[in-house]
T-cell receptor, first 114, second 111 residues
Framework: DAGVIQSPRHEVTEMGQEVTLRCKPISGHDYLFWYRQTMMRGLELLIYFNNNVPIDDSGMPEDRFSAKMPNASFSTLKIQPSEPRDSAVYFC????????????FGPGTRLTVL | QKEVEQNSGPLSVPEGAIASLNCTYSDRVSQSFFWYRQYSGKSPELIMSIYSNGDKEDGRFTAQLNKASQYVSLLIRDSQPSDSATYLCAVASGGSYIPTFGRGTSLIVHP
């Protein structure tokens, strides 16, 4: 398996622009997580899905952030409009429902909002 | 608010020494405990999981759990420069086992 795939790997945009981050989880995994990592706040859970359904979005910082999972193999995290304080590394992770409860992380998207 | 606390470090140890990384958590009903390693510029990867009190060994790594003290630790024996990374502690309660992550401890192993 190719692991969790994220795109783009780097994104530089200007304040006010819309940003869309993409994730393909590991095939067969039914949990998908979106995280944000910064030096100040560490690794924060933004939202997670189970079987394509959003379960907990309490970590989404504000209405500018939205996430969707239209099918088992694809999810998006959208920021509209983007702000400089959104600059961070955004990770997608996926997990199955048994075994070690291990989350497998994608390589991340480094977002810079100017 | 579930909290997971780690000393940010950096923790600096000489090559061949034992590195000891510590983590405390606030939720008494936590059941699952994880240690992730994150190299600079990379994503976290799981290196150890522990679910019951006591020690769990895997190669040079030993995880120690004390639920009464709400304390989990990671020992790295014979530390190598390649162990230099940030180590994230993660704690999950029952049900969906969604972990809360600490902010990580930076470990530097110098030759």
């Amino acid at each position: 398996d190719a692991g969790v795939i994220q795109s783009p790997r780097h994104e530089v945009t200007e304040m006010g622009q819309e940003v869309t981050l993409r994730c393909k989880p590991i095939s067969g995994h039914d949990y998908l997580f979106w995280y944000r990592q910064t030096m100040m706040r560490g690794l924060e859970l933004l939202i997670y899905f189970n079987n394509n359904v959003p379960i907990d979005d309490s970590g989404m910082p504000e209405d500018r952030f939205s996430a969707k999972m239209p099918n088992a193999s694809f999810s998006t995290l959208k920021i509209q409009p983007s702000e400089p304080r959104d600059s961070a590394v955004y990770f997608c992770a996926s997990r199955g429902t048994s075994g070690t409860w291990e989350q497998f992380f994608g390589p991340g998207t480094r977002l810079t909002v100017l | 608010q579930k909290e997971v606390e780690q000393n940010s470090g950096p923790l600096s140890v000489p090559e061949g020494a034992i590195a000891s990384l510590n983590c405390t958590y606030s939720d008494r009903v936590s059941q699952s405990f994880f240690w992730y390693r994150q190299y600079s510029g990379k994503s976290p990867e799981l290196i150890m999981s522990i679910y019951s009190n006591g020690d769990k060994e895997d190669g040079r790594f030993t995880a120690q759990l004390n639920k009464a003290s709400q304390y989990v630790s990671l020992l790295i024996r014979d530390s190598q420069p390649s162990d230099s990374a940030t180590y994230l502690c993660a704690v999950a309660s029952g049900g969906s086992y969604i972990p809360t992550f600490g902010r990580g401890t930076s470990l530097i192993v110098h030759p």
